[in-house]
């Protein structure tokens, strides 16, 4: 995709993001305004961007299984696994190193028995990734012991709550992961590999694609970006919660995918438009509590605006509003709220 | 034997099985006491899943349904603490609620041609953000029919209590055991499930259907929401979480097919009897952890998953053959 194209492409979701930001900053004036601590930028934006970081890491999982027609119900869940495992090693006293590695092997071989299920036994992956999201988080509270395992290892903290050249560590951490993983996707085939197979997964077969090992990776991806975000949630509190670590976060990462347009049938996707999709919903969360508004309101407003963005994404609404707008349309189709069928075929 | 029926089968022989094996170690398991205590434990789960039965056999998902049941519980509780309404004009009043919640959510499942997914996601978020509008606290509920409600059994052979919320979830079960299997509107359930193309072209009527399963499982959640407000007698927003998720391992263990158009009623009973089985070994054994009722479900979703797939792949060959 060339720039213009790109642009058009997460034109409706930086719309929706700008006006997000406009509505929190006519309650909450001072909302934009970042400053200069030492030697760290502070400021709303900038906490946006650090406490959106476990939702954009997963969503980047997300969008590209998504993009296979998959879900991912179990991140939440790996996301304790890892930071359970990571904090359990620290604990012990090995090298911070050794946890890293640990927890992005955990990582990864929740994501291989999750792509073994879909790929190789062809279990549908919403039951398929309920089992490890049942079972996950008892696994946690196995390594933890029902605990909530906490450490002072000032290495593991900085990966939650540090900063390098004056950015939050959490922040770099999913703006570095998506531009890795949207380089890989769209600079060699892989991406358009993904879609054939979120489109007709027996017509990529039978055209050669060697799906079964594209869904393992997929599935994997989604494992070490859960093990990231549980990496990060782990360092910031400075301690492995079993329970709560992740607890929900794949529905707001699955959202976040839905509202950068992505259609939860598979085909077409945009890494980016997730990411934005995620900084909506996590300047949602940071609008409604520094607009004022008491925090009982945040879940009824989350609510209301996911409703309205789904029904301003909605294809058969699309269809209406194409018959009242037909001309304006035309002229601007790839700018519109997405029609995953129709482009996922063109 | 018909295929279509061993999942059931198997799930009722793991239902005893597993009873037996708790039975050798822990001889009193089987008492009525136990068993009337794992009715009454899991009432509201086992209406809630009732609903959800036919929401999967749909081919749907209900994601809004514990967070219905602490609606239903805080709404109830202001009810009765604001005005003097009798609690049962309050259960009318709460159903009426709920099933024009389910409604919308179906009408807009089928309106906006959104998957169920997103749309019963964001039913989730308002649910429990409309009772924590509601009230942030948890709310004792002290009316005098409350306690008759609470004390309602029948004493059963060996001092066991079949209490009234026991036989509330039975019927629940036994009228969604008649909605799915002898009417026409469960026959339209089924071929909903076995896929929408297929169904329109049978005459199904879509659009209607979907409103009115989705509405069903709007008027269990409720009903379970009152279950659950007569068992713990508050109401108190934070609960019932994740509910859901036990509601839809419940109906996978018994039996029924995630991606809709086969299982049963029945079978769901059955899931939700062995899920609270474990919970109750665990606490008969006194040693082991709770994090391992999570596990072992998880193993029981696995099991029941791969042996649907299983047999799936073996009607399809027969099929073929």
Known sequence: MNGTGLLRRVAPQLLTLAAVLALVTVFFPSFLSVGLSGDRLVGSPIDVLKRGAPVAL????????????????????????????????????????????????????????????????????????????????????????????????????????????????????????????????????????????????????????????????????????????????????????????????????????????????????????????????????????????????????????????????????????????????????????????????? | MNLRRLPLYVTIAIFVLAFLLCWLQFPRILSTRVVGNLLTDNAYLGIAAVGMTLVILSGGIDLSVGSVIAFSGVFIAVLLRDTGMHPLAAFALLLMVTTAFGAAQGALIHGLAMPAFIVTLAGMFLARGIAYLLTLDSIPIDHPFFETLQRAYWLMPGKGRFTLLGAVMLLAVAGGMLLAHRTRFGTNVFALGGGEATARMMGVPIGQTTVLIYAFSGFMAGLAGIVFAVYTAAGYPLATVGVELNAIAAVVIGGTLLSGGSGTVLGTLFGVLTMGLIQTYIVFDGTLSSWWTKIVIGLLLFLFIVLQKGLLTIGAARRAA
């Open chain 1, 58 to 346: 997963l969503a980047i999982g997300m969008t590209l299984v998504i993009a296979t027609r998959g879900i991912d119900l179990s991140v939440g869940a790996i996301m304790a696994i890892c930071g359970a495992s990571a904090a359990f090693a620290v604990d012990q006293g090995w090298s911070l190193g050794v946890a890293v590695l640990l927890a992005l092997g955990a990582g990864l071989l929740c994501g291989l028995w999750n792509g073994f299920l879909v790929a190789v036994l062809g279990i549908q992956p919403i039951v398929a990734t309920l089992i490890l999201m049942v079972a996950g988080r008892g696994i946690a509270q196995l390594i933890t012991e029902g605990q909530i395992l906490t450490f002072s290892d000032a290495g593991f903290a900085f990966l939650g709550s540090g900063a390098v050249l004056g950015l939050p560590v959490p922040a770099w951490a999913w703006i570095l992961a998506g531009i890795v993983v949207g380089l890989v996707v769209r600079r060699t085939a892989l991406g358009l590999l993904i879609e054939s197979v979120g489109v007709n997964l027996r017509a990529s077969r039978l055209a050669g694609v060697n799906s079964t090992v594209l869904l393992l990776t997929v599935y994997m991806i989604s494992g070490l970006c859960a093990a990231l975000a549980g990496l990060i949630v782990t360092g910031d509190i400075r301690g492995a919660d079993a329970n709560n670590a992740g607890l929900w976060l794949e529905l707001d990462a699955i959202l976040a995918v839905a509202i950068g347009g992505t259609s939860l049938l598979g085909g077409r996707f945009s890494i980016l438009a997730s990411l934005i999709g995620a900084m909506i919903i996590q300047s949602i969360n940071t609008g409604i509590l520094l607009a004022g508004f008491p925090p009982e309101f945040n879940l009824v407003i989350k609510a209301i605006l996911v409703l309205l963005i789904l029904m301003l994404q909605s294809p058969r609404l699309g269809d209406v509003a194409a018959g009242l707008l037909a001309r304006r349309r035309r002229a601007d189709e790839t700018g519109a709220a997405p029609r995953p069928v129709q482009e996922a075929g063109r």
